[in-house]
């Protein structure tokens, strides 16, 4: 079955430091991958996709994630976290012709 | 940067009221979609769209609920007779083309409903 695993619920990072959001996916054809934030009251907006070529695909914001089809991961990440970056992280894979299935979703937590 | 557009922000109803949220999908987009975010868990896939009639739904989309696109511009959601586990944020999505293949869906803001 389709299926996206984000196994941190939370994660909290130093202002500065580096990112590294976790997604595991299980989907039988070629996946197309996506990754969305949400801020407190607001909807969701794409950081990033993947639908095929080069593995690493750079988003807005300045995060980027890496497609490993030897792990079924699209871990995202970003080199210096700025406060304005917490939020809550959501995976989604596109599962078929219409509809995205995603993941539990990760919130991350800033520390000055 | 266009923008998918849902009102009202937060609707409180009654239980057994119908309710309808409105949005309106980007205008050059062909496909919409609902989905639903029920507190502390994860965004699940309600309904998609496409040339007036739904193309796939999910086993929670159930006879209580309904889509419409009943102008060039809307597409709604209506929930007939509400339910205490309805109370959720519902999301609206466009897309270009189909959005589960090489498509990005484009979001509103949602619409957060709580049933009492």
């Known amino acids: 079955a389709q299926s996206v695993t984000q196994p941190d619920i939370h994660i909290t990072v130093s202002e500065g430091a580096s990112l590294e959001l976790r997604c595991n996916y299980s989907?039988?054809?070629?996946?197309?991958l996506f990754w969305y934030v949400q801020s407190p009251g607001q909807g969701l907006q794409l950081l990033l996709k993947y639908f095929s070529g080069d593995t690493l695909v750079q988003g807005i914001k300045g995060f980027e994630a890496e497609f490993k089809r030897s792990q079924s991961s699209f871990n995202l990440r970003k080199p210096s976290v700025h406060w304005s970056d917490a939020a809550e992280y959501f995976c989604a894979v596109g599962a078929g012709t219409y509809k995205y299935i995603f993941g539990t979703g990760t919130r991350l937590k800033v520390l000055a | 940067e266009p923008e998918v557009t849902q009102t009202p922000s937060h609707q409180v109803t009654q239980m057994g009221q119908e309710v309808i949220l409105r949005c309106v999908p980007i205008?050059?987009?062909?496909?919409f979609y609902w989905y639903r975010q029920i507190l502390g868990q994860k965004v699940e896939f309600l309904v998609s769209?496409?040339?007036?009639?739904?193309?796939?739904k999910s086993e929670i989309f159930d006879d209580q609920f309904s889509v419409e696109r009943p102008d060039g511009s809307n597409f709604t959601l209506k929930i007939r007779s509400t339910k205490l586990e309805d109370s959720a944020m519902y999301f609206c999505?466009?897309?270009?083309?189909?959005?589960?293949?090489?498509?990005?869906?484009?979001f509103g803001s949602g619409t957060r409903l709580t049933v009492v």
């Open positions: 989907y039988g054809a070629t996946p197309y």
């Open positions: 769209f496409y040339n007036n009639e739904i193309s796939e």
């Open positions: 999505a466009s897309s270009e083309g189909p959005g589960g293949d090489n498509y990005g869906y484009t």
């Open positions: 205008s050059n987009h062909l496909y």
